[in-house]
């Protein structure tokens, strides 16, 4: 009976008054998703009835005939994307596990603030970054090529310097501090009493490492999401070092372009209706495959959830078994 | 007990979600000059307007420089006029005057008849400076300047000259020892004022070249890679041995970038500069069209530079504020005599006195009374 009758009332409106002010809040966030989807849609709506599904495969892009598709721009989002992936993955959980098990005790926070600070540098900055350094070391590399790869699909085409490659690359290096932070920050939420049963079962080092990541794989999936969600929106430090030519080539020296990439290039110059409407349906087509490929990774988290409930039983197995 | 554990391992994880987010919507937001997010849908987005009597325009991004220069001298003694002008890019300009949501436009390529007719109104084009583009390349051990025919050029930009040492650079360029490498193209990627004036003046001297590429802001290159802006073409030569771009005079002038000459309509290889654009403007003024809007490239005249265009301010014929309309126009009055001194410092090339004369008769006809 802690409470006054003052205290009580007062909490008597101020909890409805906290559900409704946090619940327009969340109303809110439909709100805008809702008004782009539909600004999106009503923009493009001459370039949507002239193309129609076509616009998803033509490879032509070229304003003065007025003939526009997406292909080789969804293309070089998804390849640089899943190639900064796969750069940055093993990386980034790299410096997470160091931080959370391995690190000693002096070095965690300054490191920990440095990874962050990558975060906030402005992706101009990454992008001249990337013009002045890493396109030439990128040519360098291409220059030194053996032949023998070159004369693969992968490796082909003259040392530009820019391309796939250097993309790729320069985000690898912005999504790892956002992938890495996360991926900590889920490391640290593993309870101590995991370690401690796994120890108790005599697991090394190592084993207790894997049963930590194990046990926070869903949100280090969402980490990895997180950062796969940047890559694929980043617009000026890719369209600096991409070389901006619409092709859709598996060579990573080759120069391509993206869907964010394009739009930023073209959006203010375009002064035709067509032209303007395509550039719009770009940016519908980005938010549909975003909208696809964060539905695929809940549809992945749901089913790590439902296929192995039994948390606690699950991760003990590992190091045994190891 | 590991069920609140887990609990706050989310909510941290939420919070570090949520200050990402926020950072890099904050370094988005520190990049204004990609023009990312400031450039306004038709219809909307008119700059902040600050006082009642302050007026707006938007475009072009190339004359910007020399414009905000004239702004800020001409408020300096007329502190009754204020202009604000947001330089998103000539489509933007258009757009935006188009809407009615900015009083005047500026444009480095002239409207086009099907634009002109779907504005609400008569359009008028002032020319207020003029620019150039020119052919930049890094070959390391060639010394002295290239030389470059226009259809030269545009067999280079159609990807069918591919060598540095194919004969038809070599007929050019007598005595010069060329490299047998590839030709690395560079272009703008961006849409641009620049590559307007560069494919416009190509599909003149290039029959091929207009019908497989034509003219706009932005075009479908058949080959090389597309750099973001000046600096992003410029990038991409500087630091890639055996290739060519192009980008504008002024930008080449002050980052000290040696460009190639190239051959005018006379025949005479001539190196950009202030007195050769100027010297085109010139040769082409007797055949000023009315309205102002006229192509410049591959001029008369043989100490006319072929790359160079006018840039334009665009107005209402019949502005609904008239007393806006009056500022303005005084303000063009002074901007294309007395302003033009500024033009030389910042590397634009002045009006020439027949072309200043036309235009303020044309100013006469601007109704604002």
Known sequence: MALSPTGRRRAGWADPLFRVGTGAVAVLVIAIVVGILAVLVNDSMLSVRKFGLSFWRTRVWDPVAGDFGALPFIWGTLYSSVLALLIAMPVALGIAIFLSELCPRWMRQPLAFLTELLAAIPSIVYGLWGIFVLAPAVRTLQVHTPDALRGTPFFSGPPLGVGMLAAALILAVMVIPFTATVAREILKAVPVSQREAAYALGATRWEAIRLAVHYGRIGILGAVMLGFGRALGETMAVTMVIGNNPQVALSLFAPQHTMAAVIANEFTEAADALYLNALVEIGLVLFLITVVINGLSRFLIWRMVRVRPARVVAPVKVPLAA | ?369
């Open chain 2, 1 to 369: 007990m590991n069920a609140i554990l887990r609990q706050t391992g989310h909510v941290r994880a939420l919070a570090i979600l949520v200050v990402t987010a926020v950072l890099s919507a904050c370094s988005g937001g520190q990049t204004p000059p990609s023009g990312q997010a400031s450039p306004a849908l038709p219809g909307q987005g008119a700059p902040a307007a600050g006082g009642a009597d302050q007026i707006n325009g938007a475009g072009a991004t190339f004359p910007y420089p020399i414009y905000s220069k004239w702004f800020s001298e001409y408020t300096k003694s007329h502190p009754d006029v204020r202009i604000n002008y947001q330089s998103i890019g000539s489509g933007g300009g258009i757009r935006q005057l188009t809407a009615q949501t900015v009083f005047f436009g500026a444009t480095d390529g002239p409207m086009t008849d099907e634009q002109l007719k779907s504005a609400p109104g008569p359009i008028v084009h002032l020319p207020t400076v003029l620019g150039a583009v020119v052919p930049v390349y890094n070959l390391p051990d060639v010394t002295g300047d290239l030389k470059f025919s226009g259809p030269l050029l545009a067999d280079i930009y159609l990807g069918k000259v591919k060598k540095w040492n194919d004969p038809a650079i070599v007929k050019e360029n007598a005595g010069v020892k060329l490299p047998a490498s590839d030709i690395a193209v560079a272009h703008r990627s961006d849409g641009s004022g620049t590559t307007y004036i560069f494919v416009d003046y190509l599909s003149k001297v290039s029959p091929e070249f207009k019908q497989k590429v034509g003219v706009a802001t932005s075009v479908n290159w058949p080959v090389g890679v597309g750099g973001k802006g000046n600096e992003g073409v410029a990038g991409v030569v500087k630091q890639t041995p055996g290739s060519i771009g192009y980008v504008e005079l002024i930008y080449a002038l002050q980052n000290n970038i040696a460009f190639g000459a190239v051959k005018n309509k006379a025949g005479a290889y001539l190196k950009a500069s202030l007195e050769s654009v100027t010297a085109a403007a010139a040769a082409s003024a007797a055949s000023m069209p009315a309205d102002f809007r006229v192509s410049i490239t591959d001029a008369d005249g043989k100490d006319a530079y072929p790359i160079s265009s006018y840039t334009w301010l665009l107005l209402y014929e019949s502005p609904t504020d008239k007393a806006k309309g009056k500022k303005m126009v005084e303000f063009v009055r002074w901007a294309i005599t007395d302003g033009e001194a500024y033009a030389k410092d910042l590397g634009y090339a002045a009006l020439p006195d027949s072309v200043v004369k036309l235009e303020q008769d044309a100013l006469g006809k601007i109704e604002v009374q």
